[in-house]
Every structure is written in structure tokens, then in C-alpha cells.
């Protein structure tokens, strides 16, 4: 059951519009999506990179850079250690190559997922001792490393940390105290101390900042020249590490699609040819669903360093054999998906977890690399909190995504002596754990949660409730000055009531999805498609009219009013282009 909600947020919509020269319909969205100021509204329909922050707002930039440079004129060996994400694979190609540019002596490790695990740990800091290398530069990873950067001082190794994940604290009395780790800088907006205007930036535009303070503090003409394509890598990691788009995240997404969509970049351009994608159409949904995905199956079945080397690619024939074989690791790793979810959703019935507001799965066989994604699509399906473990080399492994309500690395750090390692932010997290501690963690989650029932409803937000035949070509076309859309920044909501649905048709080679021919109250067809669960819309139709309501609908004998929230877009077909309504809801 969701709960439906028309957003009231008050301004005087008129002024607006005429101010700037758009609708009051987009004059409501925009004030739905929080703002509220000339300044902002402004910056959120023509903002440029000249509107972002500067990099040296970051606590610990100016070090950085000071000790980068330094590390550069004594022709000192550094290591980039990344993460083996979308994010920490941008964030290591965007410090690699810059690097270079500045003429460092550099090179990259990337962790294995199951060897190594998440981040810094005492086998990279060997290695690193052993090959020769004098200074690490970690990125989307570091802030929670305070032991294995101590070894890392100990052998005599600099250690410049970016990051952006949560800092690690103790809570004393109600107070926090922070847990840095001693590295030479340590630049993470969440820092107390850092004074950066916009929290909720990834490790790749972190690293992208860095890039930034380098080449206008260097005045390196290579380096600038690249700045352009670094952008696109921050863009791909904002998109795909599942950050706000608002502020700033939002510009840089923006400008980052546009240079996008003619890439320079063999790697890109090769995995945007093998997965079928027009690159003048690339979108934020192509980073995060179609593109991202690719580049993560190799960290998830594989090795990461395999997404670094096809980024690399100096020809098309290179990047075009790299980016079919992650191609089909990705598909791979679909099938082994859709098998876990299926385990996942057995373990919640068989230990009858319905009474648990947070939901703490072991299923040792999946492999471990699956369990962020098996995570987050029992999420979705039941709205709870969701941890997944599973079985590793060294006792269990796990990843939790979470609600709005549940703050998950917060709720973690009250249970923290359950883990080995942990760490994460609001909605994701990472853990290691014993086999022997899960049933008294499932236990130690639940009580410690403050969760109320309210909070497992889905909440749905309309941004306008308008009739079906308000909306227009205009509409819609105006509507793209709202893209790119994503979290933060979901694609707009309307709403109407009491619909008649007259007739449908299932389409699709599976016919998986339907389009309804319905009837407005002012008497008008209209064409509604529906992309959703088919069998669940059916079952509501026969729950709600009778058993032979389904059929009746099917046969064009429909008369049954229904209220629905839907999107609207654009739908051209031999050389015609018409409004298409989206249902997303109904009730």
C-alpha cells in the first residue's frame, strides 16, 4: 500500500513564471524541488561551472596540493589506490591521468573485492613498501584507514586521503568526537571542519577537485586542456555512486553529459557502441543503469583493473574487445541476480522476518559481490532497511542499503562491536563480520531501531495534480530544462483522478507491459502506457472490480475508473511525435 502525497510548498507561482520565463506548472516543480530564492532558481535553470564551488573550500586542499607538487619535483614514486566501484574506478582514472599530465611518477592499485575487501588494508601497504612507493593517494576510500595509514607512516610512506564517505567517530556523553586518520592531508567534505558549501559530492568529484586546485595552482596547459574529459568521469561517478542531483552535483552531471556525448575517450565510446546506445541521446538513466552497471561487473566477477584498462584504451579495437567482454560479464551477472533475489526472498519467508523492521539476510552460496545489488532490490520490493551477507574467505561479508528513515551507518556504529570492519553513509553500507555474531546482530538491529510502521509506507510525492489533457507538446518540451533527472531531482509527478479505463492491449515480446486506451472526464481519449508489474496491476483490477473485470478490460469493454499518478515524455513513431503518458501509480 503506498500513501500519495500532492506537495503544497507555497510561492507565488505567477511571478515566478513570468520572471523567468517558463510555466507556472514548472514554477511549482521547481519550488517542489526546494528552492525557493531568485539566486537559486536561476542557478538551477542556467547554472555553469562557473557556479560551482572552488576546490580549495575543502579542508586540506591547499596541503594536498602543496605536497603533490613537492612529491612531483622530487620525482617521488606515488600510488593511487581506488575502490573497485563506478566511483573509485573514475576517481583512480581521473588522479592517474592527471598525475601524469603534471609529470608525476605514478601508478594505480585498484583492491580486489574478495582478496583484499573494501579499501586500504595492511597487504596493499606492504605491497606499496615493497614496489618502491613513497606516497599513497587514496580516493574513495581512506577516511575510515587510521591503522593501515599508521603502517603506512611506520615504513615511511606519505598518505594524502580523498574520500567522501562518513568520518568515523566515538560518542561520549551525547558528544562526537571525530576519528581522522594521520595522513599527510585528508580531504572529505563530511569532515566538521571542512566549511564546503555542498556535503553530498563522490569520491570522483573529490578527486575531480583536487585535478581542479592542481591545474590552476600549476598552470599546467596539458592538464587543463584534460579537464574537460575529466569532468565526464566525475559526471559518470555522481550519476552511478547515486548522489543527490541537486547543486552542484547537478551542473556537473549536466556539463559532464554534454562532453559525454562526444567523448574523446576510446573506453567510453567503445561501451556506449556495444550496449546499442545513440551517444547523442545519452542520458543520466544510460550512466546509472546501462553503462555504470558494465563497468561494476568486473569489480563484482572479476577484477576492476579491467574497467581501468579499458578506459585506458588507446585504439578502437582495444576498447572495442574490452567493453564486449564487460559486456557479457555484466549479463552474467544478471542471471546471478535474479537467482539471489530469489534466495532472498525465501530467507524472509522461512525465518518469518515479517515482524523485523530491519531485514538481516544470510545466504552464504551468493557470491559476495552481489549482495549491494540483491540489497537493494529487496529494498525496493519490501521498504525496509536491508543487510545481505554472505559467505567470504575470511568469515562473512556483507552490504546494507537502506530507507529515507534509517540513517545506515549511524544505526551501525550503536551495534559497531558486532563487526570487524564497517563503513558506508546514510543509504549504503559495507560490513565483516563472524558467522557465529548474525542472529545476535539481527536481534541488535531490530531493538536498537527506532523505526515506526509510518516509515515502511511507500510515500509517493505529486508534484501537480493536472488532467491529462493540460499536457502538451510544450509542456513536455519545457519539462528537459529540468533534466538531468535522478535522486534529488526525480523526474516530475501528476496526478489525476477517476480515470476511465476503457481498453487495454499487452505489448512486448513477454507482454510485460500494456497501453490503455482511457476516457477523461471532459470526455477525451487519451493513450496511457504502463511499464510496471502487468500481473500486480491485474490482480488490483480483479481485487478492486471483479474476477471479470480483467477480461472485460482486455476485450475493449472497460469501464472502470481509476486514479493515477504518471510522467510524461515524447513518443515519435514514422515520423509522428505525440505526448506519451506514463503510468507509475494507481488506486
Same mark, same amino acid.
Given at each position: 500500500?503506498?500513501?500519495?502525497?500532492?506537495?503544497?510548498?507555497?510561492?507565488?507561482?505567477?511571478?515566478?513564471?513570468?520572471?523567468?520565463?517558463?510555466?507556472?506548472?514548472?514554477?511549482?516543480?521547481?519550488?517542489?524541488?526546494?528552492?525557493?530564492?531568485?539566486?537559486?532558481?536561476?542557478?538551477?535553470?542556467?547554472?555553469?561551472?562557473?557556479?560551482?564551488? #572552488?576546490?580549495?573550500?575543502?579542508?586540506?586542499?591547499?596541503?594536498?596540493?602543496?605536497?603533490?607538487?613537492?612529491?612531483?619535483?622530487?620525482?617521488?614514486?606515488?600510488?593511487?589506490?581506488?575502490?573497485?566501484?563506478?566511483?573509485?574506478?573514475?576517481?583512480?582514472?581521473?588522479?592517474?591521468?592527471?598525475?601524469?599530465?603534471?609529470?608525476?611518477?605514478? /601508478?594505480?592499485?585498484?583492491?580486489?573485492?574478495?582478496?583484499?575487501?573494501?579499501?586500504?588494508?595492511?597487504?596493499?601497504?606492504?605491497?606499496?613498501?615493497?614496489?618502491?612507493?613513497?606516497?599513497?593517494?587514496?580516493?574513495?576510500?581512506?577516511?575510515?584507514?587510521?591503522?593501515?595509514?599508521?603502517?603506512?607512516?611506520?615504513?615511511?610512506?606519505?598518505?594524502?586521503?580523498?574520500?567522501?564517505?562518513?568520518?568515523?567517530?566515538?560518542?561520549?556523553?551525547?558528544?562526537?568526537?571525530?576519528?581522522?586518520?594521520?595522513?599527510?592531508? !585528508?580531504?572529505?567534505?563530511?569532515?566538521?571542519?571542512?566549511?564546503?558549501?555542498?556535503?553530498?559530492?563522490?569520491? $570522483?568529484?573529490?578527486?575531480?577537485?583536487?585535478?581542479?586546485?592542481?591545474? /590552476?595552482?600549476?598552470?599546467?596547459?596539458?592538464?587543463?586542456?584534460?579537464? /574537460?574529459?575529466?569532468?565526464?568521469?566525475?559526471?559518470?561517478?555522481?550519476?552511478?555512486?547515486?548522489?543527490?542531483?541537486?547543486?552542484?552535483? %547537478?551542473?556537473?552531471?549536466?556539463?559532464?553529459?554534454?562532453?559525454?556525448?562526444?567523448?574523446?575517450?576510446?573506453?567510453? #565510446?567503445?561501451?556506449?557502441?556495444?550496449?546499442?546506445?545513440?551517444?547523442?541521446?545519452? #542520458?543520466?538513466?544510460?550512466?546509472?543503469?546501462?553503462?555504470?552497471?558494465?563497468?561494476?561487473?568486473?569489480?563484482?566477477?572479476?577484477?576492476?583493473?579491467?574497467?581501468?584498462?579499458?578506459?585506458?584504451?588507446?585504439?578502437?579495437?582495444?576498447?572495442? #574487445?574490452?567493453?564486449?567482454?564487460?559486456?557479457?560479464?555484466?549479463?552474467?551477472?544478471?542471471?546471478?541476480?535474479?537467482?539471489?533475489?530469489?534466495?532472498?526472498?525465501?530467507?524472509?519467508?522461512?525465518?518469518?522476518?515479517?515482524?523485523?523492521? !530491519?531485514?538481516?539476510?544470510?545466504?552464504?552460496?551468493?557470491?559476495?559481490?552481489?549482495? $549491494?545489488?540483491?540489497?537493494? %532490490?529487496?529494498?525496493?520490493?519490501?521498504?525496509?532497511?536491508?543487510?545481505?551477507?554472505?559467505?567470504?574467505?575470511?568469515?562473512?561479508?556483507?552490504?546494507?542499503?537502506?530507507?529515507?528513515?534509517?540513517?545506515?551507518?549511524?544505526?551501525?556504529?550503536?551495534?559497531?562491536?558486532?563487526?570487524?570492519?564497517?563503513?558506508?553513509?546514510?543509504?549504503?553500507?559495507?560490513?565483516?563480520?563472524?558467522?557465529?555474531?548474525?542472529?545476535?546482530?539481527?536481534?541488535?538491529?531490530?531493538?536498537?531501531?527506532?523505526?515506526?510502521?509510518? /516509515?515502511?509506507?511507500?510515500?509517493?510525492?505529486?508534484?501537480?495534480?493536472?488532467?491529462?489533457?493540460?499536457?502538451?507538446?510544450?509542456?513536455?518540451?519545457?519539462?528537459?530544462?529540468?533534466?538531468?533527472?535522478?535522486?534529488?531531482?526525480?523526474?516530475?509527478?501528476?496526478?489525476?483522478?477517476?480515470?476511465?479505463?476503457?481498453?487495454?492491449?499487452?505489448?512486448?515480446?513477454?507482454?510485460?507491459?500494456?497501453?490503455?486506451?482511457?476516457?477523461?472526464?471532459?470526455?477525451?481519449?487519451?493513450?496511457?502506457?504502463?511499464?510496471?508489474?502487468?500481473? %500486480?496491476?491485474?490482480?488490483?483490477?480483479?481485487?478492486?472490480?471483479?474476477?471479470?473485470?480483467?477480461?472485460?478490460?482486455?476485450?475493449?469493454?472497460?469501464?472502470?475508473?481509476?486514479?493515477?499518478?504518471?510522467?510524461?515524455?515524447?513518443?515519435?513513431?514514422?515520423?509522428?511525435?505525440?505526448?506519451?503518458?506514463?503510468?507509475?501509480?494507481?488506486?
Amino acid at each position: 500500500m503506498e500513501k500519495w502525497f500532492v506537495a503544497a510548498k507555497k510561492a507565488d507561482f505567477n511571478k515566478w513564471a513570468e520572471e523567468f520565463h517558463i510555466s507556472p506548472v514548472l514554477a511549482r516543480i521547481l519550488r517542489n524541488r526546494d528552492l525557493t530564492t531568485k539566486d537559486e532558481i536561476s542557478k538551477f535553470l542556467q547554472g555553469s561551472l562557473e557556479d560551482c564551488y #572552488s576546490p580549495l573550500l575543502l579542508k586540506d586542499m591547499d596541503k594536498a596540493v602543496a605536497l603533490l607538487k613537492e612529491a612531483i619535483r622530487q620525482d617521488i614514486f606515488i600510488r593511487v589506490i581506488g575502490d573497485y566501484d563506478v566511483d573509485g574506478i573514475c576517481s583512480s582514472y581521473i588522479l592517474l591521468k592527471g598525475l601524469k599530465l603534471l609529470g608525476a611518477r605514478v /601508478d594505480t592499485a585498484i583492491p580486489h573485492r574478495i582478496h583484499d575487501g573494501y579499501g586500504l588494508n595492511d597487504k596493499l601497504i606492504e605491497e606499496a613498501k615493497r614496489d618502491g612507493v613513497e606516497m599513497i593517494l587514496t580516493c574513495d576510500n581512506g577516511i575510515a584507514a587510521a591503522s593501515q595509514i599508521a603502517l603506512a607512516k611506520e615504513l615511511g610512506i606519505q598518505v594524502i586521503v580523498t574520500d567522501h564517505h562518513e568520518v568515523p567517530f566515538l560518542e561520549e556523553k551525547g558528544v562526537r568526537r571525530e576519528l581522522l586518520p594521520p595522513a599527510g592531508a !585528508v580531504i572529505d567534505p563530511k569532515r566538521e571542519q571542512c566549511d564546503y558549501p555542498f556535503k553530498n559530492i563522490c569520491g $570522483g568529484v573529490v578527486a575531480f577537485k583536487l585535478m581542479q586546485a592542481l591545474s /590552476d595552482n600549476t598552470e599546467s596547459q596539458p592538464l587543463s586542456e584534460a579537464m /574537460d574529459e575529466l569532468l565526464e568521469f566525475a559526471a559518470l561517478a555522481t550519476v552511478c555512486d547515486v548522489m543527490e542531483l541537486k547543486d552542484e552535483n %547537478r551542473i556537473l552531471v549536466k556539463e559532464g553529459l554534454k562532453r559525454l556525448r562526444q567523448t574523446k575517450n576510446q573506453g567510453l #565510446s567503445a561501451l556506449m557502441e556495444v550496449n546499442g546506445i545513440d551517444c547523442r541521446r545519452l #542520458s543520466a538513466y544510460h550512466l546509472g543503469f546501462v553503462l555504470g552497471p558494465c563497468l561494476n561487473a568486473t569489480g563484482r566477477l572479476d577484477t576492476a583493473k579491467r574497467a581501468l584498462e579499458l578506459l585506458q584504451s588507446r585504439t578502437k579495437a582495444e576498447a572495442m #574487445s574490452a567493453a564486449a567482454q564487460l559486456k557479457a560479464l555484466n549479463d552474467s551477472r544478471k542471471s546471478l541476480t535474479l537467482k539471489g533475489v530469489e534466495q532472498a526472498e525465501g530467507y524472509i519467508e522461512e525465518h518469518h522476518m515479517e515482524n523485523d523492521k !530491519v531485514l538481516l539476510l544470510y545466504l552464504p552460496d551468493v557470491h559476495e559481490s552481489l549482495a $549491494g545489488i540483491i540489497a537493494g %532490490r529487496i529494498r525496493e520490493k519490501y521498504n525496509h532497511p536491508v543487510f545481505v551477507l554472505t559467505k567470504s574467505e575470511e568469515g562473512v561479508k556483507g552490504s546494507g542499503r537502506s530507507i529515507e528513515a534509517y540513517h545506515m551507518y549511524e544505526e551501525m556504529t550503536k551495534v559497531k562491536d558486532y563487526f570487524t570492519k564497517y563503513g558506508g553513509h546514510k543509504l549504503a553500507a559495507g560490513l565483516s563480520m563472524h558467522e557465529e555474531d548474525i542472529e545476535a546482530l539481527r536481534t541488535a538491529l531490530n531493538e536498537s531501531s527506532r523505526l515506526s510502521d509510518e /516509515d515502511f509506507i511507500p510515500k509517493v510525492h505529486i508534484d501537480v495534480p493536472m488532467p491529462l489533457v493540460y499536457a502538451d507538446e510544450s509542456l513536455v518540451m519545457e519539462l528537459e530544462r529540468l533534466e538531468p533527472f535522478g535522486v534529488g531531482n526525480p523526474k516530475p509527478l501528476f496526478a489525476q483522478k477517476e480515470l476511465c479505463f476503457v481498453s487495454g492491449t499487452r505489448m512486448g515480446a513477454n507482454k510485460s507491459f500494456a497501453r490503455f486506451t482511457v476516457k477523461t472526464p471532459e470526455g477525451e481519449q487519451r493513450q496511457l502506457v504502463f511499464f510496471g508489474d502487468l500481473d %500486480r496491476f491485474d490482480r488490483f483490477i480483479r481485487g478492486k472490480f471483479g474476477e471479470d473485470c480483467e477480461e472485460r478490460l482486455y476485450e475493449g469493454k472497460g469501464e472502470f475508473l481509476i486514479s493515477v499518478v504518471y510522467q510524461l515524455g515524447l513518443n515519435t513513431y514514422r515520423g509522428k511525435t505525440e505526448v506519451q503518458y506514463i503510468m507509475q501509480h494507481y488506486c
